[in-house]
């Protein structure tokens, strides 16, 4: 049965606190910095709580912490493993240099064609980057994958909200059962979903406590199951003792 460990803490403190080569597989979609500039001139999405949730917008994620992001990254992941970063085309062209700086090779952004144009000027947006990093080398499970995914955004849900089945693909082609996967910015917990519906273990963060609860009634509800913490632990054996 899959297991899952949830924290609410900074997404590069929390990795700094995670053994080094202990992870198989990262994917994640940071706030980054470019959505205060489409937030400020109405171009982007959910700029007010969603329908679906009670959360503000965003804590942004700087640019000027990417270094240290992929520099943990980096450290956690084992060799021969993928790192996955959601973002958008100008982001791309500030996170692609430091991710290699800090030791990954790049191969190419993968497109999510959303199928329905939202909202921007001059060409309006319909898609979505995910920047495709390897640590070593690892071959993917299937050769045949496009780089083009096309998948229906969620519509009124949490904020930002990626689709499940979106996820699903990258762990099939980056993982095998069993292998652990992470999210330091996991939002409402769709990384996790996927995993744990696949097989996979899931670790992941967010600052906002909104985001841990609904990702962990997520997670039970697929069938997946707490990993014991430390203190957990020595109480049930105190209790039992």
Not at 90 to 99: N, R, S
Not at 126 to 143: A, C, H, S, T
Not at 180 to 191: A, R, T
Request: proline residues 7%; glycine residues 6%.
């Amino acid at each position: 049965m899959p297991r899952y460990h949830l924290s609410p803490s900074d997404a590069v403190e929390w990795l700094r606190s995670l053994p080094a080569a202990s992870v198989d597989l990262v994917i994640t979609d940071p706030a980054y910095e470019s959505l205060e500039k489409h937030r400020a001139i109405g171009t982007t999405t959910r700029l007010k709580r969603s329908k679906a949730s009670s959360n503000h917008w965003f804590q942004i994620f700087p640019n000027a912490r990417f270094p240290e992001l992929f520099t943990e990254v980096f450290r956690v992941l084992k060799r021969d493993s993928h790192f996955y970063l959601f973002c958008d085309p100008e982001t791309m062209f500030v996170a692609k240099p430091l991710a290699e700086a800090a030791g990954f090779r790049f191969w190419k952004p993968i497109v999510w064609d959303k199928q329905h144009i939202g909202m921007g000027y001059h060409y309006r947006s319909r898609y979505e980057l995910i920047l495709f990093f390897e640590k070593g080398r690892r071959r993917l499970n299937d050769l045949g994958v496009a780089d083009v995914l096309p998948m229906p955004r969620v519509y009124r849900g949490y904020p930002a909200e990626k689709p499940t089945e979106l996820s699903e693909v990258l762990i099939r082609q980056s993982t095998e059962p069993g292998d652990v996967v992470v999210d330091p910015f996991m939002g409402s917990g769709s990384v996790g979903v996927a995993a744990v519906r696949l097989g996979r273990d899931f670790r992941g963060t967010d600052i906002c406590p909104e985001a841990l609860a609904v990702t962990e009634t997520r997670l039970r509800a697929e069938g997946a199951l707490p990993e014991e913490s430390e203190d957990t632990r020595g109480l049930r054996i105190a209790r039992s003792g």
